[in-house]
Every structure is written in structure tokens, then in C-alpha cells.
């Protein structure tokens, strides 16, 4: 441990954070996925992070993930993206992501479908957990009917459902709410039983929720790093 970078200690303190909340919840480490999130930083630390044996990154700003992505094609690397989304660039972030967990407008069902031969594109739906409507993500009461949707679009596949909590409040009650709504939409798509929640600061709750896509950044890359 002591050869290790700061960055390679953070990442194994998070690992270590992960399978102790993991052992208190009775679940099994490998139904967990620890995605890193390294918006803001650059490609040089995703080189590192794969050196120390991450293979799963996210990024939420096209602009910045596309030449990033680019930049490291020769790495084995799984890339999901979960910001906001234009459904102009809907396309363009399907050509270097294997999944997207922040699907939540039809207009986005509609820029990512297609009738191509290939592997589908894995996709979550966004759940508003906050009662502000502004926010990212379908409302609960319209989650049956756009995953329905989802469903039955060609070229992708409907894996779970993805919630960010409301920030200055217990976490865990929006988690368990996410979860109820997963094992319902569960039922209809058995295939979707996926739960991308849990960051920096709420993973542990998460994953006593059910968390199966761990969404962690800043925990392990550090603060972002000064412009200029
Ligand atoms: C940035 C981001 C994360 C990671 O946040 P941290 O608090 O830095 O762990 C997770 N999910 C989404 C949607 C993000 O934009």
C-alpha cells in the first residue's frame, strides 16, 4: 500500500469503503459495478486508473468525453455516460459509450434507436428524485409508460434505472424509493433490473438500497483540477 499514488490510495480506500458496505448489506461484491467518474480530469489520470485495474469510466459533458475518449482507444475500457444529454448529440455519445444512464425525454429514444445490425447501446432511465420537476429524469408517476417505450425501441436495451439524490437530505430515502420503483419496473422488463446510484458522498447508503452501478468521482480523482 505504501508504493501507492495518492490516486491509487484513494481508489483502494473507495474499494475497501465499497466491500465493507457491501458486507453489511449481506450482498455479493461482484453485483456491484464501480463506475470512476472522470469528468473535468484528464485522460492521463484514466491511463492511471486503468493501470491500477479500472476498466469501467463515465463522463457527463460530450464535448470534453468525446477527444478524451478518442484519446485513449487503445485502452480495454468500458465508457458510460451520465450528464445531461442534447438529443442532437444523442448519436455522436452512442459511437464511443457502451451505455447511457441518463435517458429521461423521448426525443432521446428517438435519436438513439436504430435499426443497425450490432451490439444494442445500454441504456438506464433517469428517475426525478426530488420533487423539482426542473431536474433531470422522468417524474415517478410517468416511469411505467417511458420505460415501456424504452422497451420497445430497436437498438437499445432497457438495463435499469438511474437516480441522483436530492442534495442537504438524507439520501437513503430517495435510494429506497428508487428501488421500489425498480422492482416494479422489474416485473414488466426483467431484464431491467440494473440501479445506477450512489456517488462520492452517498455510495454506502446506496449499496444497502440495492445500488448495482456505482456512479463515483471526486472520491477517487480528487477535486477538479485548476483551469489554466
Ligand atoms: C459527476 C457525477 C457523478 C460523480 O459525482 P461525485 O460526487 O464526484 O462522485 C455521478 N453522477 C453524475 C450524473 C455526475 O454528473
Known sequence: MTDLTPLGQRLASIDEQIADAARAASRDLSSITRIVITKFHPASMVRELHGLGVRDFGESRHQEAQPKVAELSDLDAQWSFVGQLQSKKARQVRAYCQAIHSLDRDSLITALANDEPGTPLDVFVQVNLTDDPARGGVIPSELDAFADRVAAAAGIELRGLMGVAPLDQDPRPAFAAL?????????????????????????????????????????????????G
Open 179 to 227: 428501488r421500489a420503483l425498480s422492482e416494479r419496473i422489474g416485473i414488466q422488463h426483467p431484464g431491467a433490473r440494473a440501479l445506477s446510484m450512489g456517488m462520492s458522498g452517498d455510495f454506502a447508503e446506496a449499496i444497502a438500497e440495492g445500488a448495482t452501478h456505482l456512479r463515483i468521482g471526486t472520491a477517487i480523482t480528487g477535486k477538479r483540477p485548476d483551469h
